[in-house]
């Protein structure tokens, strides 16, 4: 539900041309669902290149939000996101399935890709996007 296997799927490739970008990923989970995680990154040769912080929140979820590239939410469900509102306060843009719990989060601030149609080589194109706009 969450959507980790596709964001790192859609990491490793955009990572091939971009050395220089680390993912972050924060949030907590259960073991079971940590586990398997830390199988995909592994299985992505992708152990250099992805930090799993765990929950994360104060002045380490603040500095995260400020210094983002761009935030990522890459849920299959999602009621609401807070995650998305506190990055839209931080000026972080988003990209996100086009699903119905998003749809509040306006286009000015967020590419929405068709779920789960091409994510993978969508998110590509919208973190190059991303990353000309946010000038980071």
């Known amino acids: 539900?969450?959507?980790i296997d596709l964001l790192?799927?859609?990491f490793k490739e955009f990572h091939e041309s971009?050395?220089?970008?680390?993912?972050?990923?924060?949030?907590s989970g259960d073991v079971k669902e940590i586990t398997k995680m830390?199988?995909?990154?592994?299985?992505?040769?992708l152990t250099k290149s992805v930090v799993m912080k765990g929950k994360v929140a104060g002045k380490t979820k603040e500095l995260l939000l400020r210094k983002a590239s761009c935030l990522v939410i890459p849920s299959r469900f999602e009621t609401f996101s807070l995650v998305a509102l506190e990055g839209m306060s931080y000026g972080a843009p988003i990209i996100c399935f086009a699903i119905d719990g998003l749809s509040w989060i306006p286009k000015s601030v967020a590419k929405k890709v068709v779920p789960f149609n091409g994510w993978d080589s969508d998110l590509t194109e919208y973190l190059d996007?991303?990353?000309e706009l946010a000038g980071k």
């Open 18 to 27: 971009f050395k220089e970008y680390k993912l972050i990923i924060a949030g």
């Open 8 to 10: 790192l799927s859609a």
């Open 129 to 131: 996007l991303y990353n």
């Open 38 to 45: 830390k199988q995909l990154i592994r299985k992505e040769n």
């Open 1 to 3: 539900q969450k959507g």
